[in-house]
């Protein structure tokens, strides 16, 4: 099987360098990375230049915006089996061999999916359920994130992702672009299963920004995923229910005399009561 590997990059070179040497060690070595570059500059190409004898490189530029991006890479692609890791994600050595394998052996499914962990191995950017299983429309939030998801090629061909979502749309919604594209490919009649044995390494959101900034995040990124709910038409008590953890957060974080987190959790509560409402 052959991966093609949509990554979107923007302002970063380090991670980016973690990344590539990742795939230069991967067992499965039969794929393409699709790299769309929106950066001003040619700081990418000294980067790149090491790899481009070792494996296949494409590298394209669109305009802004991680969803335009994606879109632009699937635009390209040659490869059975279609991701978008991070330009700050990791692979571990056998992920790629792991997945054709699966796929391999499983011809009645048209994807896979894992969690992030990060270097101490715990879930990072998102509670994943703790149970494999088939991944529907409910349990999608806790079973997808957009750098573990692996999608056969042909279930990639009549879904594109909504432009409007996520980093660099120029819009409120900070978030949620994947799982908008995920929902699509699901209503395509995709049959897709979420492995909690699988994993991708990305750090934890938390080990790179302030308090601030973490709000701004925080309110963004369930304005998004308000918006998303709101979008698909989910039951009026799955979007209720799915602001209990926020003020949850908030109390628990107040009685704890956490006043940062509680007002990290206050923020993504208004973003989340902003997105349903939108």
Same mark, same amino acid.
């Given at each position: 099987?052959?991966?093609?590997? !949509?990554?979107?990059?923007?302002?970063? /070179?380090?991670?980016?360098?973690?990344? =590539?040497?990742?795939?230069?060690?991967?067992?499965?070595?039969?794929?393409? =990375?699709?790299?769309?570059?929106? @950066? $001003? +500059?040619?700081?990418?190409?000294?980067?790149?230049?090491?790899?481009?004898?070792?494996?296949?490189?494409?590298?394209?530029?669109?305009?802004?915006? %991680?969803?335009?991006?994606?879109?632009?890479?699937?635009?390209?692609?040659?490869?059975? !089996? &279609?991701?978008?890791?991070?330009?700050?994600?990791?692979?571990?050595? +056998?992920?790629?061999?792991?997945?054709?394998?699966?796929?391999?052996?499983?011809?009645?499914?048209?994807? %896979?999916?894992?969690?992030?962990?990060? #270097? *101490?191995?715990?879930?990072? @950017?998102?509670?994943?359920? $703790?149970?494999?299983?088939?991944?529907?429309?409910?349990?999608?939030?806790?079973?997808?994130?957009?750098?573990?998801?692996?999608?056969?090629?042909?279930?990639?061909?009549?879904?594109?992702?909504?432009?409007?979502?996520?980093?660099?749309?120029?819009?409120?919604?900070?978030?949620?672009?994947?799982?908008?594209?995920?929902?699509?490919?699901?209503?395509?009649?995709?049959?897709?299963?979420? +492995?909690?044995?699988?994993?991708?390494?990305?750090?934890?959101?938390?080990?790179?920004?302030?308090?601030?900034?973490?709000?701004? #995040?925080?309110?963004?990124?369930? *304005?998004?995923?308000?918006?998303?709910?709101?979008?698909?038409?989910?039951?009026? /008590?799955?979007? &209720?229910?799915?602001? *209990?953890?926020?003020?949850?957060?908030?109390? %628990?974080?107040?009685?704890?005399?956490?006043?940062?987190?509680?007002?990290?959790?206050?923020?993504?509560?208004?973003?989340?009561? #902003?997105?349903?409402?939108?």
């Amino acid at each position: 099987m052959r991966f093609s590997l !949509i990554m979107a990059t923007h302002g970063r /070179t380090e991670e980016l360098e973690w990344f =590539l040497s990742a795939l230069d060690v991967q067992t499965h070595t039969n794929f393409e =990375l699709i790299v769309v570059d929106q @950066n $001003p +500059d040619e700081r990418l190409r000294p980067l790149l230049a090491p790899y481009e004898d070792r494996f296949e490189i494409l590298r394209m530029r669109s305009k802004k915006g %991680l969803s335009r991006a994606r879109n632009a890479g699937l635009e390209g692609i040659s490869g059975d !089996i &279609v991701a978008f890791p991070d330009d700050d994600c990791h692979y571990p050595p +056998d992920l790629l061999e792991r997945v054709a394998r699966f796929l391999s052996e499983h011809p009645e499914l048209d994807g %896979l999916c894992g969690r992030s962990v990060d #270097r *101490y191995g715990r879930n990072s @950017n998102m509670r994943f359920d $703790p149970e494999s299983g088939f991944i529907d429309r409910f349990n999608v939030w806790r079973r997808a994130i957009s750098y573990t998801i692996f999608l056969r090629a042909e279930s990639t061909r009549k879904t594109r992702f909504d432009e409007q979502l996520g980093l660099g749309a120029g819009t409120m919604w900070g978030s949620a672009e994947e799982t908008d594209y995920v929902l699509g490919v699901l209503y395509q009649g995709a049959s897709l299963y979420y +492995d909690q044995s699988l994993f991708v390494n990305h750090s934890q959101p938390t080990e790179r920004r302030d308090a601030k900034t973490m709000r701004r #995040r925080a309110y963004c990124y369930n *304005y998004g995923i308000g918006h998303v709910l709101r979008k698909h038409h989910y039951p009026l /008590t799955f979007m &209720v229910k799915s602001l *209990y953890p926020h003020l949850r957060g908030v109390a %628990l974080s107040l009685a704890r005399l956490k006043r940062s987190r509680a007002r990290q959790s206050w923020s993504a509560f208004k973003g989340r009561l #902003r997105g349903l409402l939108s």
